[in-house]
């Protein structure tokens, strides 16, 4: 199973509400991303976890938090976003942080008010 | 040094004729190098990837050419097919390096015409 499943698929908060997106992969993979989309531009990385600890913050604005709760599993917790980060926001995992090959989900759509 | 150049932007072609995508880098610490396949409202999905120590890389319709003294690659669709109508990005790689990131080219979006 080569499976990255996030929900939810689509969500729609306002700039003062909390919301968090949470990522899911089943395949013993120990290196978790984030990355953020924006019509027709490549992934932009947020943020890399390996073996459940934070391995890369791209210089992520404090109001997108992340957490790894285990090896499976990587939420990602946002507070008082702004329009301009309505996007895709795309998880990914790979074997490890020397494994090349990256799976991604699906990604959730988001859109700020 | 770390940016992957694309292009072109976008593409047409007629079903049955080879898209051609071309990218091209500066950081010669890259020894990595895929493609993703991106279609509307999913994530990214490997296609196919090479190492730099080989010249060309073929997996069915699909055929990464690898230049690394011009330090360019492409991607050639054989036959193409509406089908594979999508973004397709390619990315660089730093193997063994403390940062493990890719670094995507700006994409191109290939509409293939029945």
């Known amino acids: 199973d080569t499976e990255v499943t996030q929900t939810p698929k689509h969500l729609v908060m306002g700039m003062t509400n909390k919301k968090s997106l949470k990522c899911e992969q089943h395949?013993?993979?120990?290196?978790m991303y984030w990355y953020k989309q924006k019509a027709k531009k490549p992934p932009e990385l947020m943020f890399v976890?390996?073996?459940?600890?934070?391995?890369i913050n791209e210089s992520v604005p404090s109001r997108f938090s992340p957490e790894c709760p285990n090896s499976s599993l990587l939420n990602l917790h946002l507070h008082a976003l702004q329009p301009e980060d309505s996007a895709l926001y795309l998880c990914?995992?790979?074997?490890?942080?020397?494994?090349?090959?990256?799976?991604f989900g699906p990604g959730t759509r988001l859109l700020v008010l | 040094q770390q940016q992957v150049k694309q292009s072109p932007q976008s593409l047409i072609v007629q079903k049955g004729g080879i898209s051609i995508i071309n990218c091209a880098y500066e950081?010669?610490?890259?020894?990595?190098f895929p493609w993703y396949q991106q279609f509307p409202g999913k994530g990214p999905a490997l296609l196919i990837a090479?190492?730099?120590?080989?010249s060309e890389k073929k997996e069915g319709r699909f055929t990464i050419s690898f230049n690394k003294s011009a330090k360019q690659f492409s991607l050639h669709i054989m036959d193409s097919q509406p089908g594979d109508s999508a973004t397709y990005f390619c990315?660089?790689?730093?193997?063994?390096?403390?940062?493990?990131?890719?670094?995507f080219g700006t994409g191109t979006l290939l509409a293939v015409q029945p």
């Open positions: 395949m013993g993979h120990r290196a």
């Open positions: 976890y390996s073996y459940e600890k934070l391995s």
């Open positions: 950081n010669t610490a890259f020894d990595y």
């Open positions: 990315a660089a790689r730093r193997l063994g390096g403390a940062t493990n990131k890719l670094i």
């Open positions: 090479i190492r730099p120590d080989v």
């Open positions: 990914a995992s790979s074997q490890d942080l020397s494994g090349a090959t990256q799976y």
